[in-house]
């Protein structure tokens, strides 16, 4: 049975035209975002910290966040 978070990050992937993440990068990502909230005390540095390491692998800020934003969006309604 696959979870309603891997069929979001497959979908999510497959319209960005990119490999889904691996469960390296899952749990990397989520020690990432679980440093950030709890390091900080503020949940909201999480998903900035994770953006922000998209970023540094080489995505365009806006128009990456753009698309992933529409994506999640149109995958979760």
Same mark, same amino acid.
Not at 26 to 46: E, N, P, Q
């Given at each position: 049975?696959?979870?309603?978070?891997?069929?979001?990050?497959?979908?999510?992937?497959?319209?960005?035209?990119?490999?889904?993440?691996?469960?390296?990068?899952?749990?990397?990502?989520?020690? &990432? !975002? =679980?440093? @950030? +909230?709890?390091?900080?005390?503020?949940? $909201?540095?999480?998903?900035? *910290?994770?953006? &922000? !390491? =998209?970023? @540094? +692998?080489?995505?365009?800020?806006?128009? $990456?966040?753009?698309?992933? *934003?529409?994506?999640?969006?149109?995958?979760?309604?």
């Amino acid at each position: 049975m696959v979870d309603a978070r891997s069929e979001l990050i497959e979908e999510v992937a497959k319209k960005l035209g990119v490999a889904p993440l691996n469960e390296e990068e899952i749990d990397s990502v989520l020690a &990432l !975002a =679980g440093a @950030a +909230a709890h390091g900080t005390g503020d949940r $909201t540095a999480a998903p900035l *910290c994770c953006f &922000l !390491a =998209g970023m @540094a +692998a080489g995505a365009n800020r806006m128009e $990456t966040l753009e698309r992933v *934003c529409a994506n999640v969006k149109e995958a979760t309604s």
